[in-house]
């Protein structure tokens, strides 16, 4: 069934919506259910192309965890996840960089182009140190070469980005020696967002956000301080997989962002819904 016509009215007040983001930066994290499933990943380039046209400035944030562990199966290795983290030695070190850097990131950019863009892969944007993952006892325990950033290139970043450039960047930061070291893509999202003081930072996930029960998607919570988050964490209501996507809008909030979005990127087109609508599915989390 074709979809219903688009009234002037409606196109005039969604363009005069985007134009109120005009010239504030806007780092979108791009992983999970988005990048796994065709038409999810095919809408939210669109979505990701729809934006860089209509002049926002947008830099994509993109994740790889699906794709690393089946080419880590392939090399007859075993994902091994720390706190939460993929313990990088350096076999798997080798697959990260190469999944990341020679295939997803090259592979988005040319999608990007070819929907009309001008996409600019930037693999050496962070910088970062190792970092280790508390232990039962307080003892830290080595991740390898898993990494935090400490610096990101954002005069680089800036100058695209006014050049009508929409970078693409992989979670990847070389250290004080110039070696990889593999990042969480929602920590290396928020690093992004503040460094280049963006508007908002969105990260596209595979749930509809922060639920009360998560059996229910009806339960969704449209908007949360960090405050009520970190009550909710305590409480056990956020739990699992979404603590890290809450704690990286929190990194997002202290690095300077106001608002940081948890959207489902199984949803097509619900990155547009942010910046076309009044309302949106997913949850806003403020400082």
Same mark, same amino acid.
């Given at each position: 069934?074709?979809?219903?016509?688009?009234?002037?009215?409606?196109?005039?007040?969604?363009?005069?919506? =985007?134009?109120?983001?005009?010239?504030?930066?806007?780092?979108?994290?791009?992983?999970?259910?988005?990048?796994?499933?065709?038409?999810?990943?095919?809408?939210?380039?669109?979505?990701?192309?729809?934006?860089?046209?209509?002049?926002?400035?947008?830099?994509? =944030?993109?994740?790889?965890?699906?794709?690393?562990?089946?080419?880590?199966?392939?090399?007859?290795?075993?994902?091994?996840?720390?706190?939460?983290?993929?313990?990088?030695? &350096?076999?798997?070190?080798?697959?990260?960089?190469?999944?990341? %850097?020679?295939?997803?990131?090259?592979?988005?950019?040319?999608?990007?182009?070819?929907?009309?863009?001008?996409?600019?892969?930037?693999?050496?944007?962070?910088?970062?140190?190792?970092?280790?993952?508390?232990?039962?006892?307080?003892?830290?325990?080595?991740?390898?070469?898993?990494?935090?950033?400490?610096?990101?290139?954002?005069?680089?970043?800036?100058?695209?980005?006014?050049?009508?450039?929409?970078? =693409?960047?992989?979670?990847?930061?070389?250290?004080?020696?110039?070696?990889?070291?593999?990042?969480?893509?929602? &920590?290396?999202?928020?690093?992004?967002?503040?460094?280049?003081?963006?508007?908002?930072?969105?990260?596209?996930?595979?749930?509809?956000?922060?639920?009360?029960?998560?059996?229910?998607?009806?339960?969704?919570?449209?908007?949360?301080?960090?405050?009520?988050?970190?009550?909710?964490?305590?409480?056990?209501?956020?739990?699992?997989?979404?603590?890290? %996507?809450?704690?990286?809008?929190?990194?997002?909030?202290?690095?300077?962002?106001?608002?940081?979005?948890?959207?489902?990127?199984?949803?097509?087109?619900?990155?547009? &819904?942010?910046?076309?609508?009044?309302?949106?599915?997913?949850?806003?989390?403020?400082?």
């Amino acid at each position: 069934m074709p979809s219903a016509p688009l009234s002037s009215e409606a196109f005039a007040a969604a363009v005069l919506r =985007v134009a109120r983001f005009r010239g504030r930066p806007v780092a979108v994290k791009l992983g999970g259910s988005a990048m796994e499933d065709p038409a999810a990943t095919d809408a939210a380039l669109r979505s990701v192309a729809a934006l860089h046209f209509l002049g926002l400035s947008v830099v994509v =944030v993109h994740g790889g965890g699906k794709p690393i562990d089946r080419a880590m199966a392939e090399a007859g290795l075993t994902p091994k996840k720390v706190g939460g983290r993929r313990y990088t030695d &350096d076999a798997t070190l080798e697959i990260v960089v190469r999944v990341l %850097k020679d295939e997803i990131n090259p592979d988005l950019v040319g999608r990007l182009k070819e929907l009309g863009g001008h996409p600019v892969a930037r693999s050496s944007t962070l910088v970062g140190e190792r970092m280790t993952a508390p232990g039962p006892d307080g003892r830290p325990i080595d991740l390898g070469r898993v990494g935090r950033v400490t610096d990101v290139d954002h005069v680089t970043l800036d100058d695209e980005l006014n050049e009508g450039f929409l970078p =693409v960047i992989p979670p990847l930061a070389l250290d004080a020696d110039g070696g990889w070291l593999n990042l969480n893509a929602d &920590d290396a999202a928020a690093a992004v967002a503040g460094a280049l003081g963006a508007q908002y930072a969105i990260f596209l996930t595979d749930t509809p956000g922060v639920l009360r029960d998560r059996r229910d998607p009806a339960s969704l919570i449209p908007k949360l301080s960090a405050a009520e988050c970190r009550a909710l964490i305590a409480s056990g209501v956020i739990d699992g997989g979404m603590i890290p %996507k809450v704690e990286a809008c929190f990194a997002a909030h202290d690095a300077g962002v106001p608002s940081a979005l948890i959207l489902d990127g199984r949803v097509p087109y619900s990155l547009l &819904d942010v910046f076309l609508r009044d309302t949106f599915t997913g949850t806003e989390i403020t400082r």
